[in-house]
């Protein structure tokens, strides 16, 4: 078994105590120990700031760029390697795995191509400039540059690749340098990725380190210039918001967290036709993809009580027809959850659901599994539940189960019913409405975009080209207000925000524009 380092001070360093052990999920087989004990993260802070923030900030939006590109080229290389590592440590089918990483690399690839639309900066102006006297000279405009600190970039298991992509490609493009805390539990991918940066030498010293393993007193390290974007339960987001470090130096927190994502099915649409079978399609996929282990996957399902009857035959059927096993095996289509604590945590969730919602389908291990040995591995089936009385199912607003598992329940039909109830979930990532009624989708938009990061329309005409509402692009805004987190990433050039500060320079126009040429994406 294999000890893993953190990558600090540009050294790879073993912590002492105590190791936590990484598994394969699906056989229960250790993988990999380690441990953060004892590491000088105070000493890697300083790294950061000195060493990578001051070889970043030099460079040009452009030069930044090639960075991200040297990235995502050297991770794409190793491809098939951190998709073994994905499938034997998240317990993720090829597929999964393909999210992710694939994920990571395109992320990269995408703020490269942003990046080199920049051009040669290092300082972008934001919108126009204002005069601001009654003759010309005396000028204002707004003006973004990087945040002199380190981004502590903490992520959840569920996605330890694009995690890491995603947020560092924010955080380097915008000139600021990252240390990465994956999730201890499925580290193995993030660990690899950062060794094989290192090998490639694609970086500046101290631009990227990684602590693998438990925070420790990272955290205590953090100051006015630094940036917190956490991605994780909304249990340990609530600990970081009142962490007294955080809050007594200010320190930027984003916050991604829980979601009780909606998918709502229009009066319009048939479940038999091209609309409604889009719909049972991406239902199907957000709740299997990942074991469910998504934070856009759908919990919520609202059905036309008239259409009810129809979907839950149709969904049963399909979550019973699900393939769970070893995803190493072509034919599986769902593995099991990442460790026997999310397992156990899902099992709980599903039993604080069932007072409000029956049990449609699923529930338990699965009777049948490919490839597994008897009694190992953290499975669970695919689990509908189903409730009469939304409105007043209060439970199954509130918490997720983070797994394989969504309700089902029915509406009027009418928008501003549907909107009603998916509003009970207090802020979500995204929600998804099927129907080829322009004006009822114009109505869901209207009711809920307040109470949601992303919306996604489902029609006819993009039924064949749509992605899917589980999947976060680089150039829309992922995030969410609040159960959600009320933090915002990606977005194209707002996701570089986090990790910059806004300035209003004021003066005489001629030197401000000399300062900042017009010209480039953040314009206009
Ligand atoms: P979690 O238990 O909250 O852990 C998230 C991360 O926080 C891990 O890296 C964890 O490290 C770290 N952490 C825990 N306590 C900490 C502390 N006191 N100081 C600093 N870091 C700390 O969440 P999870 O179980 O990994 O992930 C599942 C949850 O994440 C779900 O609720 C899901 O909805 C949410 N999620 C949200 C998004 C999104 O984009 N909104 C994406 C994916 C998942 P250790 O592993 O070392 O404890």
Known sequence: ?????????????????????????????????????????????????????????????????????????????????????????????????????????????????????????????EGEGVQLGRTPPWWGRHVLVPR????????????????????????????????????????????????????????????????????????SHLREQDVVAFTGSAKTAASLRVHEDLVRRSVTLNVEADSLNAAVLGPDVDPEGETGRFFLRDVLREMTQK????????????????????????????????????????????????????????????????????????????????????????????????????????????????GPVATLMPYSGRAADAAAIVRLGAGCLVSSAYSDDPEWLGEIVSRLASWNGRLYLGSRKVADTAFGSGAALPSLVHGGPGRAGGGEELGGLRGLALYQQRCAVQGDRGLLVRLFPAGGAAEG
């Open 291 to 402: 074991a469910g282990q998504k934070c856009t996957a759908v919990r919520r399902i609202l059905v036309p009580a008239e259409r009810l009857a129809a979907v839950r035959d149709e969904l049963v059927a399909e979550l019973r027809a699900v393939r769970v096993g070893d995803p190493a095996r072509p034919e599986v289509r769902m593995g099991p959850l990442a460790t026997e604590h999310q397992l156990a945590e899902a099992r709980a969730g599903i039993e604080k659901l069932t007072p409000a919602g029956k049990v449609l389908t699923g529930g338990a291990r699965p009777a049948e599994l490919s490839g597994v040995e008897t009694g190992r591995g953290y499975f669970l089936e695919p689990t509908l539940l189903g409730t009469d009385d939304p409105g007043r199912s209060g439970i199954v607003h509130r918490r997720e189960v983070f």
């Open 148 to 219: 002199e600190g380190v981004a502590v970039l903490v992520n959840a298991f569920s996605f330890p690749a694009w995690g890491f992509a995603e947020k560092a490609a924010c955080a380097l493009l915008a000139g600021m340098p990252v240390i990465v805390k994956p999730a201890t539990s499925t580290a193995l991918v993030a660990h690899r990725m950062c060794e094989i940066l290192d090998e490639r030498d694609v970086l500046p010293p101290g631009a990227v380190q990684l602590l693998c393993g438990p925070a420790g007193d990272l955290l």
């Open 1 to 125: 078994m294999i000890t893993l380092k953190s990558w600090l001070g540009g050294e790879w360093r073993e912590g002492a105590g105590e190791p936590r052990m990484l598994v394969n999920p699906a056989t229960e087989a250790k993988l990999a120990r380690t441990s953060t004990e004892g590491l000088d993260l105070r000493a890697a802070v300083w790294f950061a700031r000195d060493e990578g923030g001051a070889a970043l900030r030099a460079m040009t939006f452009a030069a930044r760029a090639s960075l991200l590109e040297a990235m995502s080229a050297a991770l794409h290389d190793a491809r098939d390697e951190l998709l073994r590592l994905s499938i034997e440590n998240g317990g993720n089918t090829r597929s999964d795995a393909e999210f992710d990483v694939d994920g990571a690399t395109g992320a990269l690839s995408a703020y490269a191509r942003l990046g080199r639309e920049l051009g040669e900066r290092r300082i972008l102006p």
